[in-house]
T-cell receptor, first 110, second 113 residues
Framework: TQLLEQSPQFLSIQEGENLTVYCNSS?????LQWYRQEPGEGPVLLVT?????EVKKLKRLTFQFGDARKDSSLHITAAQPGDTGLYLC??????????FGQGTRLTINP | AAGVIQSPRHLIKEKRETATLKCYPI?????VYWYQQGPGQDPQFLIS???????DKGSIPDRFSAQQFSDYHSELNMSSLELGDSALYFC????????????FGSGTRLTVV
């Protein structure tokens, strides 16, 4: 089983600050996905990264896939209270299962 | 757009009872997955079905079973419930092996008392 380690597990910052969340593995992934989950709801897909070195932007969120396809990062610029939630990296997508990292619980304080 | 529908949203059962959770995937999605999420934990994979055949199995207790029917809906059956089974149970569906993403339902919150 390919394992994913996320860091930090908890992050609490002030509105307007920048932050980066990391997702690391000792295994090579064909692709990785990032999800955001709010309390009591299912995870919602944010992005899929496929190519080593790939950078994808989603408004204030920037996702990067490592050159060796073993790690990924999520950078949020000028965080807002609406960004609060559980951020999960996961992979690889298949018809069998999707393995999740432990998640980063992000709290943005007004 | 249609989403993954799970029912019921909330379920309260007593120890040793049986529960059945239902999942209706997005039309034309070919794979259904079940996950269990305890408080403060990441989703743990239970079982998946590809084109109505079981494709993978995770840490699913022998007391649990699941199947996917001809109309592609899936059911997770849980017997001899234990207090530790209390959790959020999510169903997800995908097309093409999930490379376009998995779509999760809103989950069933099971409370065993």
């Amino acid at each position: 089983t390919q394992l994913l380690e996320q860091s930090p597990q908890f992050l609490s910052i002030q509105e307007g600050e920048n932050l980066t969340v990391y997702c690391n593995s000792s295994s090579v992934f064909s692709s990785l996905q990032w999800y955001r989950q709010e309390p009591g709801e299912g995870p919602v897909l944010l992005v899929t990264v496929v190519t080593g070195g790939e950078v994808k932007k989603l408004k204030r969120l920037t996702f990067q896939f490592g050159d060796a396809r073993k790690d990924s990062s999520l950078h949020i610029t000028a965080a807002q209270p609406g960004d609060t939630g559980l951020y999960l990296c996961a992979g690889p997508p298949s018809t069998q299962k999707l393995v999740f990292g432990q998640g980063t619980r992000l709290t943005i304080n007004p | 757009a249609a989403g993954v529908i799970q029912s019921p949203r909330h379920l309260i059962k007593e120890k040793r009872e049986t529960a059945t959770l239902k999942c209706y995937p997005i039309p034309r999605h070919d794979t259904v997955y079940w996950y269990q999420q305890g408080p403060g934990q990441d989703p743990q994979f239970l079982i998946s079905f590809y084109e109505k055949m079981q494709s993978d199995k995770g840490s699913i207790p022998d007391r649990f079973s699941a199947q996917q029917f001809s109309d592609y809906h899936s059911e997770l059956n849980m017997s001899s419930l234990e207090l530790g089974d209390s959790a959020l149970y999510f169903c997800a569906s995908s097309l093409g092996g999930g490379r376009y993403g998995y779509t999760f339902g809103s989950g069933t919150r099971l409370t065993v008392v």
